[in-house]
T-cell receptor, first 114, second 116 residues
C-alpha cells in the first residue's frame, strides 16, 4: 500500500528565510511518481512539480528546489528567500502503478510573516 | 485555456437530501478524478474515470455515493441521503490519459458541501 507522511503540520517563518518541507513516502513499486501541490487560501490545488522514481536529479525552479533521495524515501521541498505569497498548504503526493489516483500526505501549512 | 470547472462552488443542504456536484474537465483530458477534502481525513480519493473503461470506484465511502461521466467529458458526483459526515470540499481533477502515470492532475476549485 502507498503512504505519504508530512510530519510538519505547520511551519511559520519570517519573510526571506529559507524553509524546507519534508515528505517521506512508502511504496512497494519500483516505478512511481511523486508530486508537490500548493493550496493557497483561495483553495485551488496548484501543481508544482512531478518526479519519477528513475530520476534522482534535484530540480530548481526559481526560488523552489526539490531534493529526491530514494535511499531515504524522501522528496523534500525547499523555498529559498520565502515571501508572504508563499503562505499556503503544501501537499506531497505519490502515484505508483497500483492505481492512477494520487495518495496525498496530510499537508504542511506554511505561514510566511512579513 | 480553461481549467477544470466545478459547480456549484458552495452547497448547503439538509441532512437526508440528495445532492449533485458537477465537474467539467480540461478539454482533451480523458482521465477524471474525484477527491474529497475534509478536516479529519485530509485528501481522499473517491473515483476515477478513464475514457470508456469501467471506473475505479474503490474510494467511494458508501453506496450512497455514485458518479457518472457522460460522453467522456462532464462528470456528476451524486450523494444520496446526505449525512453530516459528508460535509467536505469535493475536488475534481483531470489529466491526459496517455503518457502513463506521470501526467499531473489539474484540479478545480472544488465544491464546498455543508450538511445541516
Amino acid at each position: 500500500a502507498q503512504k505519504v507522511t508530512q510530519a510538519q503540520t505547520e511551519i511559520s517563518v519570517v519573510e526571506k528565510e529559507d524553509v524546507t518541507l519534508d515528505c517521506v513516502y512508502e511504496t512497494r513499486d519500483t516505478t512511481y511518481y511523486l508530486f508537490w501541490y500548493k493550496q493557497p487560501p483561495s483553495g485551488e490545488l496548484v501543481f508544482l512539480i512531478r518526479r519519477n522514481s528513475f530520476d534522482e536529479q534535484n530540480e530548481i525552479s526559481g526560488r523552489y528546489s526539490w531534493n529526491f533521495q530514494k535511499s531515504t524515501s524522501s522528496f523534500n521541498f525547499t523555498i529559498t528567500a520565502s515571501q508572504v505569497v508563499d503562505s499556503a498548504v503544501y501537499f506531497c503526493a505519490l502515484r505508483d502503478t497500483g492505481r492512477r489516483a494520487l495518495t496525498f500526505g496530510s499537508g504542511t501549512r506554511l505561514q510566511v510573516q512579513p | 485555456g480553461a481549467g477544470v470547472s466545478q459547480s456549484p462552488s458552495n452547497k448547503v443542504t439538509e441532512k437526508g437530501k440528495d445532492v449533485e456536484l458537477r465537474c467539467d474537465p480540461i478539454s482533451g483530458h480523458t482521465a477524471l478524478y474525484w477527491y474529497r477534502q475534509s478536516l479529519g481525513q485530509g485528501l481522499e480519493f473517491l473515483i476515477y474515470f478513464q475514457g470508456n473503461s469501467a471506473p475505479d470506484k474503490s474510494g467511494l465511502p458508501s453506496d450512497r455515493f455514485s458518479a457518472e461521466r457522460t460522453g467522456g467529458s462532464v462528470s456528476t458526483l451524486t450523494i444520496q441521503r446526505t449525512q453530516q459526515e459528508d460535509s467536505a470540499v469535493y475536488l475534481c481533477a483531470s489529466s491526459l490519459g496517455t503518457g502513463g502515470y506521470n501526467q499531473p492532475q489539474h484540479f478545480g476549485d472544488g465544491t464546498r458541501l455543508s450538511i445541516l
